[in-house]
Nanobody, 128 residues
């Protein structure tokens, strides 16, 4: 069991930026696929982006060119840089990890059920 703590959320204006972080209390990211999901009020949780152990990344179309996922395996930390934020980006953002013994394409793991360990979530509100 990997315990994750997400942070960095807040209230920003349209077009602003936020950098979310997720730190693991134990374990290592070097053999994990890492991902970010989000859940808007009254809606189901959706996949946003993931990065495989071999640094392949995948993004949903709505955030391509605006969001960037990164990882620091030495510090067991993952990040999500969010630029040009839009009101539809509002929601609670969750980090998640999945043990991945082999290299893979990040797109392969895009469902909530693919991930075993989750952070508590950090809220992002984009005002319009």
């Amino acid at each position: 069991q990997v315990q994750l703590v997400a942070s960095g959320g807040g209230l920003v204006q349209v077009g602003g930026s936020l950098r979310l972080s997720c730190a693991a209390s134990r374990g290592t990211f070097s053999s994990y696929t890492v991902a970010w999901f989000r859940q808007a009020p009254g809606k189901e949780r959706e996949f946003v982006t993931a990065m495989s152990r071999n640094n392949d990344s995948h993004y949903i179309d709505s955030v391509k060119g605006r969001f960037t996922i990164s990882r620091d395996n030495a510090r067991n930390t993952m990040n999500l840089q969010m630029n040009s934020l839009k009101p539809e980006d509002t929601g609670v953002y969750y980090c998640a990890v999945r043990w991945s013994p082999y290299n893979s394409n990040a797109y392969y793991y895009h469902r909530s059920s693919d991930y075993s360990d989750w952070g508590q979530g950090t809220q992002v509100i984009v005002s319009s």
